[in-house]
């Protein structure tokens, strides 16, 4: 009686373990994850500050075209995995009227982020957000997290983990089929 | 009924629940009347909201970056006027309900609340009616039970006794078994098997009672009960002594089972079982991580992984990876890493040139002027960084024949092309612009250029 208790016990495990492992193979990535946030679909916050280079820049209300908003730290390791990604995604898509790249210092020293987005290659506005009011006007709470907002100045998309340039591709297409 | 039992006795309990209410209320300053300070506002606030970036930690207790602009903002928005509860709403609009440590008590987290004074309540009744039962029934400890089971033997069949001392022995064996696996400790162990071969003691001379009234025995026979009682019993804890003194090389199971019965699986069998399902589970889910987290190698990538390489090798390396990528359609890529060479070395006149084409190639498709005056600026420099670089020489011409029209400035930069000796491949894939631009500038075209 006992070991039949404990052969089913053994087959439950195993089966359970199996679907476990089933859910997790199905799922696209472990580093990336599109979550719920209290700011989508709504306006996005006012995206203002200072740059690295020490300049004002300023993303107006409806931008006209998306604007991927990047909050990094040059120390985090899937921030340093999105980078080239993120390069590539602003390559592809330097066209006027077509996406934009911003990038926000989220826990790092200043000069530890200048020195890693001139190594990467970034050459879009990296803005210091030396109080964190734009990191808590957006919610963030982990790095490294990615805004899309939309032409109309909508959040479409909240990712949290290390993004890739289809990743993003993907979010666009979506929010473009969204507001056609 | 006497005046003493009918004296009204105030039970002790309530006055320790009033007291305890009591106390409740006026600790929890529902009953103090005086304003708070915005100090202590916000110091309640913040011991409602969660730290941002760290794990079930209230702002007040964390010294992280997000905690800290939390609570600035926390006192900001105080000295606006805003209240307690348009405080909180405006850190869920921006976190989510997440922000708050304390559960809402509306929707689904009312369960939170709800859930744990269910529970608690269930247990007490289920306490209470276990109690109720047991003191009724008149069992409230290990002697009553014992004695119920005495009960019991006593008006049972020959087959339930048998039944019993079948259990009684299996009980034996399962403790030895779960003792010598290290499930049970010495002192439970023993206490057990006291119980149990007590037990077994009292079935034998059941049994053989049993037997005797069924055969209608002598006086002789029932004398001689209890020793061969006692022996069997004595026999079967001895096949337990020996097993546990001959380290349990066999299954104690077999060693006590009655004759005919059939031997479960042992527990280091059920221990192997599932020891075994337990490294399979964790071999899958390790296959399942590493092919979920192994990165594609890039080109030129050495398959044992990233060697230390000085800075201009690696620079090298970053130049071939994106001169494949560029060739395998991958522009973005490749612009990347040309980039990423620029990073480390701003004036490196090939990952200017290159980045410049594709460049140009982006802006001619999307006929964007600005795109193009960027690609052109970036090949000026690269051909004034190396004047014999082949590739700048050629990029800058066809810039100036597909965009200028100016077949003679595209001519002379394919002068300086063809002087810099270029790889034959390249001189074979520009050979009709150079024909083209010699043409319209009405120049011989020179006999270094291949025939179609």
């Known amino acids: 009686m006992g070991g039949h208790r404990a052969r089913w016990i053994g087959i439950a495990v195993l089966v359970v373990a199996a679907g476990l492992i089933a859910v997790l193979a199905g799922r696209p990535s472990a580093s990336v994850a599109e979550v719920q946030s209290p700011l989508l679909g709504h306006p996005a916050p006012a995206i203002a500050g200072t740059t690295l280079d020490g300049a004002g820049y300023s993303v107006p209300t409806a931008p006209g075209h998306f604007v991927v908003l990047n909050f990094f730290a040059s120390w985090c390791a899937p921030c340093q995995q999105e980078g080239p990604d993120l390069v590539t995604f602003q390559f592809e898509h330097q066209l006027p009227g077509d996406a934009s790249m911003v990038s926000v210092v989220f826990g790092d020293t200043l000069s530890a982020a200048q020195t890693y987005q001139k190594t990467l290659g970034a050459t879009w506005p990296t803005l210091t957000d030396g109080n964190g009011k734009l990191a808590l006007a957006y919610g963030v709470t982990a790095r490294p997290t990615t805004f899309v907002i939309a032409p109309d100045g909508r959040v479409a998309a909240y990712i949290v983990g290390a993004v890739t340039a289809k990743d993003l591709d993907k979010v666009i297409a979506a929010a473009k089929a969204t507001h056609a | ?452």
């Open chain 2, 1 to 452: 009924m006497s005046r003493q039992s009918g004296r009204f006795r105030f039970p002790l309990w309530i006055v320790l629940g009033a007291v305890l209410v009591a106390a409740l209320v006026i600790g929890s300053g529902v009953l103090n009347s005086t304003p708070m300070t915005p100090a202590q506002r916000a110091a309640g606030i913040e011991t409602r909201i969660k730290c941002p970036s760290c794990e079930d930690l209230s702002v007040a207790n964390s010294s992280a970056q997000t905690a800290v602009v939390v609570r600035s903002t926390v006192r900001q928005l105080i000295s606006e006027g805003r209240s307690d509860q348009q405080i909180e709403a405006y850190l869920v609009s921006r976190y989510g309900s997440a922000i708050v440590l304390v559960p809402p008590t509306s929707g689904w987290s009312l369960l939170v609340w709800l859930l744990p004074l269910g529970g608690g309540a269930l247990a007490i009744a289920l306490l209470t009616v276990v109690l109720i039962r047991k003191r009724r029934n008149g069992i409230v400890g290990p002697a009553d039970a014992a004695r119920a089971e005495a009960e019991f033997d006593v008006g049972a069949s020959s087959g339930q006794l048998d039944a019993r001392r079948q259990f009684l022995e299996q009980s034996l064996a399962d403790a030895f078994a779960e003792h010598r696996a290290g499930d049970l400790s010495d002192q439970d162990y023993q206490a057990l098997r006291r119980r149990d071969t007590a037990r077994l003691a009292a079935l034998d001379i059941r049994m053989v009672e049993a037997d005797d009234l069924a055969g209608a025995g002598s006086v002789a026979t029932v004398a001689t009960v209890a020793t061969v009682a006692t022996v069997a019993t004595v026999a079967t804890v001895a096949t337990v002594a020996r097993a546990e003194s001959d380290g349990g090389a066999e299954p104690v199971e077999s060693a006590v089972a009655p004759p005919g019965s059939v031997p479960g699986p042992s527990r280091s069998r059920r221990q192997r079982f599932l020891m075994t399902g337990a490294v399979v589970s964790f071999g899958a889910a390790l296959v399942v991580v590493v092919a979920l987290f192994a990165a594609n190698r890039l080109p030129g990538q050495t398959p044992s992984g990233n060697p230390t390489l000085s800075q201009q090798a690696q620079i090298q390396q970053s130049l071939n990876q994106a001169a494949t990528l560029e060739n395998e359609g991958q522009p973005g890529a490749a612009a990347q890493l040309y980039q990423q060479v620029l990073g480390q070395d701003p004036q490196n006149e090939v990952a200017i040139a290159q980045l410049g084409w594709l460049e140009y190639q982006t802006g001619s498709q999307g006929k964007s002027a600005s795109l193009i005056a960027d690609a052109r600026a970036k090949l000026d420099q690269a051909v004034k960084l190396n004047p014999t670089d082949y590739a700048a020489r050629l990029y800058l011409g066809t810039v100036l024949l597909d965009q200028d029209h100016d077949a003679s400035a595209a001519v002379a930069q394919y002068q300086a092309f063809l002087a810099a000796n270029p790889p034959a491949s390249l001189l074979q894939q520009a050979a009709s612009l150079l024909r083209q631009a010699y043409t319209q500038a009405g120049m011989p075209v020179p006999p270094a250029v291949p025939t179609a």
